[in-house]
């Protein structure tokens, strides 16, 4: 499995480096031998050789994987060379759903390069495309603005409430409803580290977070804003000030165009676009309505 893995890496190496950089730091391998139990590895075998193999992960990570899990997010898919794409791929997936299903996951998530050609394969298999998620880069940002946010302050705990408030506000009902239909799917998501700050203005109406980077890897960028008029801006100037105008990268839904013209107006640039895709797993059947009958004495 470490040499066909080692073999998709390489593939990484006809795009930018910033590209590559950003394709490797997605398709986290948790190291073969993950030490949080809730990945999921299945092989195929020809003749006793494997040739290839498909990786999952539930979110949010955890020590033992629990007995239900709501959703699994695909980390990587990954063929021999040589091996046809076209017959192995789909039995992959497939198993995948399969396992997962009986594990009590409802929905399987995966995020892949527009481009890549395991898109076909995967929409194939029951698939379906939720949103369109764009990478950005910046080598050395450049802030118009050295001035904070009116309303600018720390992230507090205490916001939490508030802030999955923005979020169903910026987020389309259909994507919401899929990644996060409750306050307890979405604070369970939130678990990357960083600082957090947030636009107070009677109303929070603006989130950021800076994941500081290494020399190997930029600073990692988050955002929710309002559309409003110039917060976007006010955003991209702070954050770009407070990663010291050092590279950085951030991934941008197709609803959040007011920041993606903001960034790209302060020195980012398009590294690639992303399609997100989901299958259920589950049938749901709707419950028979009750009628209503009188009530008597």
Same mark, same amino acid.
């Given at each position: 499995?470490?040499?066909?893995?080692?073999?998709?890496?390489?593939?990484?190496?006809?795009?930018?480096?910033?590209?590559?950089?950003?394709?490797?730091?997605?398709? *986290?391998?948790?190291?073969?031998?993950? $030490? +949080?139990?809730?990945?999921?590895? +299945?092989?195929?075998?020809?003749?006793?050789? =494997?040739?290839?193999?498909?990786?999952?992960?539930?979110?949010?990570?955890?020590?033992?994987?629990?007995?239900?899990?709501?959703?699994?997010?695909?980390?990587?898919?990954?063929?021999?060379?040589?091996?046809?794409?076209?017959?192995?791929?789909?039995?992959? =997936?497939?198993?995948?759903?399969?396992?997962?299903?009986?594990?009590?996951? *409802?929905?399987?998530?995966?995020?892949?390069?527009?481009?890549? &050609?395991?898109?076909?394969?995967?929409?194939?298999?029951?698939?379906?495309?939720?949103?369109?998620?764009?990478?950005?880069?910046?080598?050395?940002?450049?802030?118009?603005?050295?001035?904070?946010?009116?309303?600018?302050? &720390?992230?507090?705990?205490?916001?939490?409430?508030?802030? +999955? /408030?923005?979020?169903?506000?910026?987020? &389309?009902?259909? =994507?919401?409803? $899929?990644?996060?239909?409750?306050?307890?799917?979405?604070?369970?998501?939130?678990?990357?580290?960083?600082?957090?700050?947030?636009?107070?203005?009677?109303?929070?109406?603006?989130?950021?977070?800076?994941?500081?980077?290494?020399?190997?890897? &930029? /600073?990692?960028?988050?955002?929710?804003?309002?559309?409003?008029?110039?917060?976007?801006?006010?955003?991209?100037? /702070?954050?770009?000030?407070?990663?010291?105008?050092?590279?950085?990268?951030?991934?941008?839904?197709? +609803?959040?165009?007011?920041?993606?013209?903001?960034?790209?107006?302060?020195?980012?640039?398009?590294?690639? *676009?992303?399609?997100?895709?989901?299958?259920?797993?589950?049938?749901? =059947?709707?419950?028979?309505?009750?009628? $209503?009958?009188?009530?008597?004495?």
């Amino acid at each position: 499995m470490e040499q066909i893995y080692r073999e998709a890496e390489a593939g990484f190496s006809a795009v930018p480096p910033p590209a590559r950089l950003w394709g490797l730091f997605s398709h *986290t391998f948790a190291a073969l031998l993950p $030490l +949080y139990q809730e990945t999921l590895i +299945y092989v195929a075998e020809d003749e006793g050789r =494997v040739i290839g193999f498909i990786q999952a992960t539930g979110q949010p990570l955890a020590v033992t994987l629990p007995t239900k899990i709501s959703s699994l997010q695909v980390l990587n898919l990954c063929l021999a060379t040589g091996v046809a794409e076209s017959e192995v791929a789909p039995r992959l =997936v497939e198993y995948l759903c399969e396992q997962a299903g009986q594990k009590g996951a *409802t929905r399987l998530f995966v995020r892949i390069p527009l481009d890549d &050609p395991l898109i076909d394969i995967f929409r194939l298999q029951g698939f379906r495309q939720y949103a369109t998620e764009s990478v950005l880069y910046g080598e050395a940002p450049s802030a118009c603005s050295q001035e904070p946010p009116a309303g600018l302050r &720390p992230s507090r705990s205490r916001d939490d409430r508030l802030l +999955y /408030h923005l979020y169903r506000k910026v987020t &389309p009902w259909g =994507v919401a409803h $899929l990644e996060a239909p409750t306050f307890r799917d979405w604070k369970a998501l939130r678990g990357a580290p960083g600082q957090q700050e947030v636009i107070d203005r009677v109303e929070i109406v603006g989130w950021c977070r800076v994941q500081k980077g290494s020399q190997a890897r &930029p /600073h990692t960028l988050s955002f929710m804003a309002l559309p409003e008029k110039g917060l976007a801006d006010e955003l991209a100037d /702070h954050v770009i000030v407070a990663s010291d105008a050092q590279p950085a990268w951030c991934s941008l839904r197709h +609803y959040d165009a007011h920041m993606i013209d903001a960034l790209r107006g302060r020195g980012f640039s398009l590294l690639l *676009t992303q399609a997100l895709l989901v299958r259920e797993l589950a049938v749901r =059947v709707p419950l028979p309505e009750k009628s $209503l009958v009188p009530s008597f004495g």
